[in-house]
């Protein structure tokens, strides 16, 4: 169930990333509100999520797959620039999260 909590809160920080984007500044009340609910619940996930896993591995976690889903997003959702370096980079991202995963049990 932590896992699950975690992921979810991953996913969260996507939406918040990608909506502070959108706000511009702060100046758009849609996508500020949606950013700043998706952050509170990503901090709350977060939270319930800790009651279980170690918080090196869970924020480690956490951090990692919200970077590669803004990344991600940026790329195929906001148009931003892609090479192989950066999605080579990405792809570490993904495997030290896996690998997170499979040693945690």
Same mark, same amino acid.
Request: charged share 10%; glycine share 12%.
């Given at each position: 169930?932590?896992?699950?909590?975690?992921?979810?809160?991953?996913?969260?920080?996507?939406?918040?990333?990608?909506?502070?984007?959108?706000?511009?500044?702060?100046?758009?009340?849609?996508? =500020?509100? &949606?950013?700043?609910? $998706?952050?509170? %619940?990503?901090?709350?996930?977060?939270?319930?999520? !800790? #009651?279980? /896993?170690?918080?090196?591995?869970?924020?480690?976690?956490?951090?990692?797959?919200?970077?590669?889903?803004?990344?991600?997003?940026?790329?195929?959702?906001?148009?931003?620039? =892609?090479? &192989?370096?950066?999605? $080579?980079?990405? %792809?570490?991202?993904?495997?030290?999260?896996?690998? !997170? #995963?499979? /040693?945690?049990?």
């Amino acid at each position: 169930m932590a896992w699950s909590l975690l992921v979810a809160a991953a996913l969260l920080e996507i939406v918040w990333a990608v909506a502070l984007e959108r706000s511009d500044g702060f100046t758009r009340f849609g996508p =500020t509100a &949606v950013g700043v609910i $998706a952050a509170v %619940l990503s901090f709350v996930l977060l939270a319930f999520a !800790l #009651r279980t /896993l170690p918080v090196g591995t869970a924020y480690a976690v956490w951090v990692g797959l919200g970077a590669l889903g803004v990344a991600l997003a940026g790329i195929f959702v906001l148009g931003e620039s =892609t090479s &192989v370096a950066r999605l $080579a980079c990405l %792809l570490l991202i993904l495997i030290g999260v896996v690998g !997170l #995963r499979l /040693l945690e049990g």
